[in-house]
Each structure stands twice: as C-alpha cells, then as structure tokens.
C-alpha cells in the first residue's frame, strides 16, 4: 500500500479542485459575506504567504481570538498547512486564563477581531511570547488600537501570494491544531490535534451513522471555532464540499432561526443552552426550519422536554453526541439503530436523550472498581477511550499521568451501558451526590427537572449534611411566562414519581440565571461557592 501522508492539505486542495463554485457564507460586523471555495482557497494561500512574511515558521504557534466566520476558517487551513500550529484561544476564558494559555502555548503571532480587541488589550503586557497581531476585520485600515506590531489581515491578504503552495511533506503526525480544556478547576489543559488525527476525525463525520456531512449538505457550526475545532465541522464540510454557513459575532436565537431559514441549512451542531434559546425563539416567532436533517446537540446533557419539542413539534431530526477537548471531540452519537427503531419506538426520546454508540474508530469502556461493569442500565463507572483521534497527555503539563493510564484516556464522567451498548452519562466524579452511602445522579435529576414545561434551565448540586453526608439542591431557572406561578412544591411533586425518596431534592432554588463556563454547560463550582453555607438540617 501506498505510504501516503494524511494531512489538512488535501481538504483544501480538494474543495478548491472540485467544488470551486460552492459557498462560504459568513456573516460579519459588516453583513452576510459570500466566497466560492475558490476564492477561500486563494486567500488561505495568500494568507499563509502574509504569516510566513511576519515569521510565522514550521512549528511555530499562531493563535486565533476570533467568532465563527471565514477568516477563521481561512487560519484554519493556512497555519498547519505550511507546518505550523493553530492554537484556537477560547475567547470566553477569564482574563488570568487567557494570559496563562497564550503564554504557555507560546503563541508568536495572534489573529484577534476587531470588535474583541479590547480583550487582548487589557492583557497585552502580561503576554510574553506574541510579537505581532494581525486585526480580523472587514477594512483594511488598522483600527484604533494600543497593541503594539498590528496589521489589518485585508491588507495582509493583499499582498499574500495567491500561488502559496501548501506542504506535502509533512508527517502526519505532525501538530496541526490546539485548544484547552475550559477548566471547570485549575488552570486549562493543552491538547494537540495532529494532521492525522484531524483527517481521521473528519472522515467519522462523513459516516451515515455520525453526522453524515456530504456535499449537498448546507452546515452552520453554532459551536465556536475555538471550542475543540467547531466539533470538526469546518473540516468536514470543506473536504467533503458541503456549502457552509458561519454566523459570526453577535449571536442570538433570533440570528441562528434567520440564518437557518434563509440559507436552508441541513446540518447544525452546539450546546444545549443555544437548542433552548432557539426553542423559545421558534415558539415565539416562528420560522420556516424544515430544512434542517440533523441537529446535532453536545457539551452536556440535553433535557428529554427539548429534545421531544424539535422532535415532534418541529420535525426536526435531533441528535445528542458526546465527547471532550480531549478526544477531537467525536465519541459517540444517539442515532437509533433499525432493531431499536422498530423494537423501541415508543422510547425513541430515551435513547436519543442517552449519548448514544461509540463511532467506528474508538473503542470505549465503563469500568469501575471491579473492573468492566455490565451492560445493565444501572453499573454506574468511570468512561474510558481509546483511539487515534484521542489524545494521549497534556501540553507540557503533568496532570497528564492522573487522566492517561495504560493506553486509555479516563474521562472523569459516569456512566452506564443498557445491552445494545448505548452510552448514558450520569455524572462527572466530581458532580456525584453521595447521601447515606449510596450515589444519586445530580444528571438525572436536572434532565427531569428541565421537561417540566415551567422550568428554562435547572442544575443540582450536593450542599453538606450533618447526617447524610450530602444532599441534592435544585437550582432553577422558570420560564417567563411561569416566574411566580409555580411552587417548590410542586416541582417537588412532579419529581416523586420518578426517583425514589430519597433522590428528590431537600430544596428548590429559584434564581434569575445560572452560571455557565464559557462554552455554555453549568458552573456548579461558582453554584456551589454561591450556596456554601447553606445547610439542610437532618
């Protein structure tokens, strides 16, 4: 067999080959912009020309500070496809957080847009390796700014070699792309892609049984670009020729219904918090959406009330995944299978509500003290992965050894497997409410506290007790239409016949908004602080 390298190149080569009409649409500052991946194409070459004028060399890290849109993209494909590395700074991450990940991923040069300038100028002295920042924007004049070394990325562009080949002859193991955890505890951890890794997650994204990306598809990552590489979206859908759809800074339910509507998209993935807001923007303006066939759902836990709305009120095909920073992020997916389809159609929200089966490439287990639990519905353990787009260590740091053991990574979330090996997260390790001895979900209490139709938002965290150990508390957010007409009480009654006694929350708080880590799922540490000194009395 030929020994032929996998790497970013052929993506781009290959949508700038075969698809040179079809479109990038991005929505900018200035309005929605449209690009043929012929046009893409020559301005990554061109771009790739501009960083290597700047000092951009092989291995070298070039940040990105930026919204979903296509100069994003363009970095995407121009920095490791002359053998440097992209390193995708999460924009949301606190101000201690982003000096401390741009420094330790020695970043020389940073790709920052124009309207999140104020955020790396807040930062700039504290940055020690940056030498130059190239300013994304939609003019080619530098904006006011007081970043020392600034370019405007238009003008760059300009004077870009539009021929810039890209390099087939790197290994394929060679980093191309990097992102941190968003630390939920401690400082982020460093996880770098290889071009091998990124190919190889790319092409579980064309399975019929995962995303399906093909190229009559029309995308729209609603994940950020800086959060594990958009779940791979932006990849998928330039290799495989798919029209794709970024929609930029300033994002909102009602933008993400638009665009959906009047670019026909097909194919959509993000957190829950954004499937909420978009819910509530369709029942309070609806929009024609009947052109989406997947929409994918990640980063927690989707609520049983929301997966059941787009399903049956809006026909629209939804999907949950799983998967972290550290595996690209592609684990698993929530299809139902024929035999499942036709045996269980009446549970269909069930198992689409589970994270669903392992992808072919990966393997999984669910192992605890004892070893590999059962496949029983109810064993709870810790997940563990293993394959080739699975990260094996940190970035220079020795948290490593904790979380990558004997060849697998040990994901820190609890789960079960029912027989047909169906995945169900119950619980991150450190979520799991331990009262009187015995675990309680805090997973499975919020998923059915957030199908009752009054609640937007619900999180349950364990607070001390004297007797127990620990107890559940509901933390909850009502919809509008429902603040101060519903009780505890009554949340507490719908919650009976479903758990037993003693899972039911000892207290329901209702709060106006619930903190979020900068990709969207629920700070139960910040929760936890704000209620540390509340006690439930045995």
Known sequence: MMNTPLLLSSMIERAEQYFPGKQVISRTLGGIQRFTYKEIAERTRRLASALEKLGMQKGDKVGTFAWNHHRHLEAYFAVPCRGALLHMVNIRLSPEHLVYVINHAEDK?????????????????????????????????????????????????????????????????TPAGMCYTSATTGMPKGVIYTHRSLVLHTLSLGLADSFGIREEDVIMPVVPMFHVNAWGMPYAGTWFGATQVYPGPGLSPAVIAQLIEEEKVTVTAGVPTIWLGLLKELEEN????????????????????????????????????????????????????TTRAEKEKDQAIDIIATQGLVVPGLEVRVVNE???????????????????????????????????????????????????????????????IKSGGEWISSVNLENALMSHEAIFEAAVIAVPHEKWQERPVACIVLKDAYKQKITKEEIIDYLKPQFAKWWLPDEIIFMDEIPKTSVGKFLKRELREQLKDFFVKP
């Open 286 to 337: 609806p929009r024609d959406v009947s052109s989406i066939r997947g929409l994918v759902s990640g980063g927690s836990a989707a609520p049983k009330g929301m997966i059941r709305a787009f399903i049956e009120k809006h026909q629209i095909p939804f999907y949950q995944g799983y998967g972290m920073t550290e595996t690209s992020p592609l684990v698993s997916l929530s299809k139902l299978t």
């Open 109 to 173: 040069i940073l790709l920052v847009d124009e309207d999140l300038l104020p955020l790396i100028e807040r930062i700039q002295e504290q940055l020690e390796t940056v030498e130059c920042y190239v300013i994304m924007s939609d003019q080619k004049e530098v904006p006011n700014t007081t970043l020392p070394n600034a370019f405007s990325y238009e003008a760059l562009l300009d004077v870009g070699d539009p021929t810039m080949p890209f390099l087939h002859d790197l290994d394929e193991n």
């Open 370 to 432: 004892d070893g590999d639990v059962p496949r029983d519905s109810k064993t709870m353990g810790e997940l563990i992965i293993r394959g080739p787009w699975i990260a094996d260590s940190y970035y220079r740091d020795d948290r490593s050894k904790n979380t990558f053991k004997d060849g697998w990574l040990y994901t820190g979330d609890i789960a079960v497997q029912d027989e047909h090996g169906y995945i169900q997260i119950t619980d991150r390790t450190k979520d799991l």
